[in-house]
C-alpha cells in the first residue's frame, strides 16, 4: 500500500488521525501510548479547519514541494 492510500497518521503522537476525537477545543487522542496509558496527545482546533491540517504525510509532502521549489 503506498502512502497515498495508508489511514492518515497524526504529526504529533505518531498514532491514526482516526483514533482522535472531538472534544470541544482539541481533537484527543485516545489510543494507548507504549506504557499502556491513553495518549497524551491533544491536537488544537483553533488554527486549522479540519484535523487533515495533522496528517504527517500531507505535511511531508508539502515541505518536500517547498524545498525543492527553493532550489529550482
Not at 35 to 44: F, H, K, M, S, V
Not at 45 to 69: A, F, G, S, W
Request: glycine content about 6%.
Amino acid at each position: 500500500m503506498s502512502d497515498e492510500e495508508s489511514e492518515p497518521v497524526c504529526c504529533v503522537c505518531g498514532h491514526y488521525l482516526a483514533n482522535h476525537f472531538d472534544e470541544g477545543n482539541v481533537w484527543r487522542c485516545h489510543s494507548l501510548g507504549q506504557d499502556a496509558y491513553q495518549c497524551e496527545c491533544a491536537l488544537r482546533k483553533d488554527e486549522p479547519d479540519t484535523i487533515e491540517h495533522y496528517d504527517l504525510q500531507k505535511r511531508i509532502n508539502k515541505k518536500v514541494k517547498e524545498i525543492e521549489e527553493g532550489w529550482g
